[in-house]
């Protein structure tokens, strides 16, 4: 399989603080949605970079599990992944220094140990854990 570039488009216009963007994607899951700094420090309405890495890092982590538990003969019936993604200040700026996953799993007739492998497996080989520069936890459960 060749690589796959996927694009996103950020305009901002305006000071730091004072000025706000849009962020769009060719898919139209992103058609010009609004970002600013009180977005995204200070918890107004609409979203950020960073809700944005958590729902990639979830939904990547989650997709990826799904693949390891097939490939192991497992098929699951709920995988249902959240992240949260935490910038801090750093170095005289901001740094994105970890990304909690959680998991509550449901995966009919798995043992906790080969889920415990197949799930850390998960956790490091997902594209997105890859590229973050930041410390990936992860607690799970398993019904």
């Given at each position: ?5 996927r ?5 901002w216009?305006?000071?730091g603080?004072e ?10 899951v ?7 700094f009180?977005?995204r ?8 970079p ?5 729902a ?8 990826a599990?799904s693949?390891?538990l097939s490939?192991?003969g ?10 949260a993604?935490?910038?801090e200040p ?8 970890s990304?909690a996953l ?7 007739g798995?043992?906790r140990?080969k889920?415990?492998?197949i799930v ?14 930041a410390?990936v936890?992860l607690?799970?459960?398993l019904?």
């Amino acid at each position: 399989m060749a690589g796959i570039t996927r694009t996103a488009e950020a305009v901002w216009e305006g000071t730091g603080k004072e000025g706000s963007g849009t962020l769009t994607t060719p898919s139209g899951v992103l058609p010009g949605t609004p970002y600013s700094f009180s977005r995204r420090f200070e918890n107004a309405p609409g979203t950020n970079p960073e809700e944005l890495i958590a729902a990639a890092h979830a939904g990547c982590f989650a997709m990826a599990l799904s693949f390891g538990l097939s490939k192991e003969g497992f098929k699951p019936k709920r995988l249902h992944a959240k992240a949260a993604v935490t910038i801090e200040p750093k170095d005289g700026g901001f740094a994105i220094t970890s990304s909690a996953l959680t998991l509550h799993a449901e995966v009919p007739g798995i043992e906790r140990e080969k889920f415990a492998t197949i799930v850390e497996g998960a956790k490091s080989g997902c594209p997105v854990s890859k590229v973050l520069n930041a410390t990936v936890t992860l607690e799970w459960t398993l019904a």
